[in-house]
């Protein structure tokens, strides 16, 4: 009993190290945007290009393409979405409004998915799809066009609600674009 208990410690002690080293890692590339994206365009071209020379796979391809989707629309998309405040708060023949009062608050874009933990996910995904590439077990016979065809189907059925209600909320997800105000300028005499 007592060199379970042990061996379970010293288990758990080497998960905790692991994780401080991972979260370290993970605190270090924070501020490297552009090559933390050419990384993920590095590995997900990997894996295209394992997924065209080996001719399989199809199914390990679809799933991380809808998944990527999944977590794109989560990117765009509001923390707090408008259409559920505006259904406890107005009424039905109104729409959203600015605020009015000082008492009301303005409430700046948030992201359901913050662009960092969208990278990461983005990153642990890819890297589970090539994994399944190296076992024949992933490798399910389908027709792929059919795949190809339901994904772009899927992917402009739900960019266009995406849009719709970007429009009808009035809400940019994108800095780029965005009309930027300053403030008085000092005169100096």
Not at 8 to 33: C, E, H, N, R, S
Not at 35 to 61: K, Q
Not at 76 to 101: N, Q, V, Y
Request: hydrophobic letters at 50%; charged letters at 20%; a positive charge.
């Amino acid at each position: 009993a007592v060199v379970s208990t042990q061996s379970t410690g010293a288990m758990d002690k080497a998960g905790v190290i692991l994780k401080q080293k991972y979260q370290k890692f993970l605190d270090d590339v924070v501020p490297f945007l552009v090559p933390r994206w050419l990384f993920v365009l590095g590995i997900i071209f990997y894996f295209a290009y394992r997924i065209i020379a080996l001719e399989g796979w199809y199914i390990s391809c679809y799933a991380l393409a809808i998944f990527h989707l999944n977590l794109f629309i989560a990117f765009l998309s509001p923390k707090i979405d408008p259409s559920f405040d505006m259904a406890e708060s107005m009424d039905e023949d109104e729409g959203p409004s600015l605020p009015t009062s000082n008492s009301e608050e303005f409430r700046p874009f948030i992201r359901r998915l913050p662009e960092f933990k969208f990278w990461e996910q983005t990153v642990i995904s890819t890297l589970i799809a090539i994994f399944t590439t190296f076992f024949d077990f992933f490798n399910v016979p389908v027709f792929w066009p059919i795949l190809v065809m339901y994904f772009f189907i899927l992917f402009f059925l739900t960019m266009k609600r995406q849009i719709k209600h970007m429009i009808k909320f009035k809400y940019l997800p994108f800095t780029h674009g965005k009309t930027k105000y300053k403030g008085k300028q000092e005169i100096r005499t």
